[in-house]
């Protein structure tokens, strides 16, 4: 099914290495996402983005770093100086004030 | 600050009893307020939201501005709710959300 995509399912990385999510929407949305979540601790959102060429912070941004250079993507990059990167990974997106719309997901881990 | 509580982390009920999952929030406007439900194996998806007022397999949620609460509600659960639910809020003309820390619904036979 369209919508919105994530890649990949599952990422395996060494320690201290970079790794980039995918995230692709084809629902014509302005705005993204991207929320870790882990046991316990809901959605946390790490980045969003409004528009093209434009993001903000979220809650827990450090250690990630974001691109938003086309409206259908939104990859967010996890760098070797978040602490604790283990986790699942939802990318989602929406229009102003309405419903959001979540990708599968993709779980990392970091060994 | 803006913030969604969601008080239990599990709750356990038998099937065919009525079900309450509780949400709070504190926001100073007007919020758009959501329920989400990621079932088994599947994304997470919506599920209701206040201003629609409607029924979605059975749950309703109502607004109670006064008390600052959505409770979501369900007078007979089924097996087939069991999941993770999180409230959600928004504002009109934003895009930011925030999300309560969910409540797990076991529904047993």
């Known amino acids: 099914d369209g919508g919105i995509t994530q890649s990949p399912k599952y990422l395996f990385r060494k320690e201290g290495q970079n790794v980039t999510l995918s995230c692709e929407q084809n629902?014509?949305?302005?705005?993204m996402y991207w929320y870790r979540q882990d046991p316990g601790q809901g959605l946390r959102l790490i980045y969003y983005?409004?528009?093209?060429?434009?993001?903000q912070k979220g809650d827990i941004a450090e250690g990630y770093s974001v691109s938003r250079e086309k409206k259908e993507s939104f990859p967010l990059t996890v760098t070797s100086a978040q602490k604790n990167p283990t986790a699942f990974y939802l990318c989602a997106s929406s229009t102003s004030g309405s419903e959001q719309y979540f990708g599968p997901g993709t779980r990392l881990t970091v060994t | 600050a803006q913030r969604v509580t969601q008080p239990e982390k599990l709750l356990s009920v038998f099937k065919g009893a009525p079900v309450e999952l509780k949400c709070n929030y504190s926001y100073s406007g007007s919020p758009e307020l959501f329920w989400y439900v990621q079932y088994s194996r599947q994304r997470l998806q919506l599920l209701l939201r206040?201003?629609s007022r409607e029924s979605i397999k059975g749950f309703t949620a109502d607004l109670n501005k006064g008390e600052t609460s959505f409770h979501l509600k369900k007078p007979f659960a089924q097996e087939e709710d069991s999941a993770m639910y999180y409230c959600a809020l928004t504002t009109s003309g934003t895009y930011k959300y925030i999300f309560g820390t969910g409540t797990r619904l076991k529904v047993l036979a």
């Open positions: 983005s409004q528009i093209v060429n434009d993001f």
């Open positions: 206040h201003i």
């Open positions: 629902l014509n949305h302005d705005a």
